[in-house]
């Protein structure tokens, strides 16, 4: 058994074994919603390859167990094969047509299994789709896609095509331009509430 440690971003107890990982939602805002989406998500993607099988839960001590996935985290292993981001490609398709999208995708939840393919972990912060239509799920989707490409051009930048490269500028221009108009917001409701 490691050593149990806490996710210093989501303040949730982790505990990893030989065979499984078992996670506390105890701390942290919206606990029992991203405990629920996680239950939710893995539900959904049950039999996916790169994706851990949901074991066992509690609901009154939101906790839950899962498979471990054998390998090592994206950041620890920096000469990752092509071939991982090829599949990691395919385990973001079916998790996006199984109705599940990721709010991010952080390398640390990227695995690098032995046999060189990816597994995902970490399903707390997902959008899951409830009708064909949605216009959230279009939006979730496509965040989920950029941050595929994104991962990709962080580590494997030559495995993008052209289309995909024009796709992240793209994105990445309307990212910035986005986060110019958040911060220009706040500064104004900073103001306005500051007014007698």
């Not at 991982?84 to 385990?91: G, S, Y």
């Given at each position: ?16 074994n ?23 998500a893995?539900?959904?993607l ?14 009154a ?11 090592t ?8 094969p ?5 599949n ?99 500064r ?9």
């Amino acid at each position: 058994m490691r050593v149990a440690d806490v996710d210093a971003i989501k303040k949730n107890h982790v505990q990893i074994n030989k065979d499984r990982v078992v996670k506390n939602f105890t701390q942290g805002h919206r606990k029992d919603l991203r405990f629920s989406r996680e239950i939710k998500a893995l539900r959904r993607l049950s039999g996916i390859d790169g994706v851990p099988a949901l074991l066992a839960y509690s609901p009154a001590e939101r906790w839950l167990a899962i498979d471990l996935i054998p390998g090592t985290p994206l950041p620890e292993n920096p000469a990752a094969p092509d071939k991982l981001f090829t599949n990691l490609r395919v385990v973001v398709e079916n998790m996006l047509r199984c109705g599940v999208a990721r709010h991010s995708l952080p390398a640390r939840d990227v695995i690098v299994r032995p046999d060189g393919t990816a597994g995902v972990v970490d399903f707390e912060r997902c959008t899951l789709q409830h009708w064909r239509f949605s216009p959230i799920w279009w939006v979730a989707r496509k965040v989920t896609q950029f941050h595929l490409l994104r991962l990709i051009d962080n580590h494997a930048p030559h495995l993008l095509t052209p289309k995909e490269q024009l796709r992240l500028q793209t994105c990445y221009r309307l990212s910035k331009a986005f986060h110019r108009c958040t911060r220009w917001r706040s500064r104004l409701r900073h103001y306005y509430r500051s007014q007698p």
